[in-house]
């Protein structure tokens, strides 16, 4: 017989704080990986390896087909500006290394260490196994493991727990994915503006029909360099770019892994109603979910209180 008390071997009773502690954890680290790792669609070479200022930390060949990530083994003050390659890398690092089992009382296991990778395709798939690692060991941690210190293979954080610790991989997690997402924001925005992508963000049907004459091939061109371009008008409620975009024939749903919302979710959050009707009309896809949220159109129509969309919404549905 046990007591409330009793925290002898072999007792039953778990700590219900624990419990909650992994479960927040494991919750928090989704929510962040999955924001990341939308984050990251759509991402070339040449952005990848960006240096948007000189001198910055980045990943160059080692001469052997490998690559290396810039470092020191003291902090340069002040520190350098890192790119999306570096950046990648550090937080495939930070997710796979031996520490976020070891820390935790797990075994290191037969996996993959991370590596810096020469392309943003190799890099991203790097980041998802690292992440997967992570993943997989904070699952498996236990109630006990958060709660007690780390003891001496911590080194100086010997006293900190493990819940502890691994909120700071958390951090780095959060916050180096907010820095990505920043930089991928000033890559797009530092690009020459295409005239013809202008005048349809603008919904100058006159300037892009004229500019679509001296060039026939311009619509297919922006499709494939712009594929999420219906979506970033539709989330700016430029609705006259969006019913122009869809008239030149450009895609009404969001490009598979996709950091954005469809152009429906934004209409229907909005409650742009003949909006929403064109674009079901031309088929876009009433079950997409969000990569935010998992929501479907009508699941923002719901949310944002828009009565009407919703009610259409639902009468196509069925």
């Not at 520190?79 to 990648?88: D, K, N, V």
């Not at 075994?107 to 690692?133: M, N």
């Not at 674009?279 to 159109?297: I, K, M, Q, S």
Request: aromatic share 6%; charged share 25%; hydrophobic share 40%.
């Amino acid at each position: 017989m046990t007591t409330q008390n009793d925290t002898s071997a072999g007792s039953s009773t778990k700590n219900p704080a624990s419990s909650s502690m992994k479960a927040h954890l494991l919750e928090l680290s989704d929510f962040a990986w999955q924001r990341l790792h939308h984050r990251l669609g759509g991402l070339t070479d040449e952005e990848y390896l960006w240096e948007p200022v000189p001198d910055a930390w980045t990943l160059r060949p080692s001469g052997d087909g490998t690559y290396a990530a810039d470092g020191s083994a003291m902090p340069p003050q002040p520190a350098p500006f890192t790119t999306l390659a570096w950046r990648i890398a550090h937080v495939a690092d930070v997710l796979g290394e031996d520490r976020t089992a070891t820390w935790l009382g797990l075994p290191v296991g037969a996996d993959e260490e991370p590596a810096p990778r020469g392309t943003a395709a190799a890099a991203v798939a790097a980041l998802e196994r690292a992440h997967a690692i992570w993943r997989r060991r904070l699952a498996a941690v236990t109630d006990e493991a958060l709660a007690r210190p780390m003891g001496d293979i911590a080194g100086p954080f010997a006293e900190s727990d493990g819940a502890a610790f691994a909120l700071h991989i958390l951090d780095e997690l959060i916050h180096h994915g907010a820095e990505i997402g920043v930089v991928r924001d000033l890559y797009q925005h530092q690009r020459p503006q295409d005239p013809f992508a202008d005048a349809c963000l603008r919904g100058d049907r006159a300037e892009a029909q004229r500019l679509r004459e001296q060039d026939p091939g311009v619509v297919e061109r922006l499709g494939a360099d712009d594929p999420g371009i219906v979506s970033r008008a539709a989330s700016r409620e430029r609705w006259d770019a969006v019913r122009l975009l869809v008239d030149l024939g450009f895609g009404v749903d969001a490009p598979e892994r996709s950091p954005a919302p469809s152009p429906l979710h934004y209409a229907a959050g909005a409650g742009a109603l003949e909006v929403v009707r064109l674009l079901v009309e031309r088929g876009a896809d009433l079950d997409r979910t969000d990569p935010t949220f998992a929501a479907t159109p009508l699941g923002w129509a719901e949310h944002f209180g828009q009565a009407e969309t919703a009610a259409y919404l639902t009468s196509v549905r069925r």
